[in-house]
């Protein structure tokens, strides 16, 4: 954004006198408001965009290495250990919760019945009951709903610029239309030179309002999709975490 406004200062616009640069620095005040609303709009969806592509490549690379180790585990214990290893994905911290709600439950087991055995350093029954899985399903996925939230963090902001941006192009179009029109009443003239200036205005706060928007549009629906892959990821994880706890209370 920044190169593209250095780079048409430069150019010379059309009748007017001077560059670019000159006719927004002589526009009225209103139409200077819009534009600096909207260089700020661009500017904090340009940092957010960068900031969250180096958020979910971490997240992604993290999530394929935890996953990874998971499936070649030798116990959710072992596992459960490496957490502090890997924070930026959401299934670790999935992990750890489910595993800490697990071993709650057993604590409160005060009269182990028999046939239960030890898991770890805690006594589980032979097979899990449902209530138990209902428990730690429930916080599997309300961690999981956390993580996906905070992952989401700051993209509603990607989404109102992409949604109020050509409404203040549009806003700064009208104005720069009006101007014109009140050119021609004060001068009682619609010569080309009466007219430039507003209708300068106009066309700037068009192409502004929509250089702002499209790259916002594409961002958001870019991260939104990511969002998607690690929403399904987050779902199996929790089927498998359940399905490996089950497993490991059968072994015993």
Known sequence: M????????????GPFKGTLYELVVEMGLFAQI???ILLFLSVVSWAITFYKMAV????????EKFLSLFRKRRSLKEIYLSCVSFRRTPLSRM???GFKEMEE???REKNPSKGQEVFGEEILDSDLQKDRLDVIRMTLERVGSEEVNRLEKSLVFLATTANVSP???LLGTVWG??????SIGVRGSASLAVVAPG???????TIVGLAVAIPAVMAYNFFNSKLKVISTQVDNFSLEFLSAAKKEALRH
């Open 56 to 63: 979910f490549r971490r997240t992604n690379k993290e999530t």
């Open 177 to 182: 239309i009006t101007h014109s029109f009140s």
């Open 105 to 107: 439950l057993l604590r």
């Open 95 to 97: 992990l750890e919760a």
């Open 2 to 13: 920044f190169n593209l406004i250095v780079f048409l200062s430069f150019i010379p616009a």
């Open 167 to 169: 409404f203040f192009g």
């Open 34 to 36: 819009i534009l600096l």
């Open 199 to 205: 209708i300068a205005e106009a066309l700037i706060a």
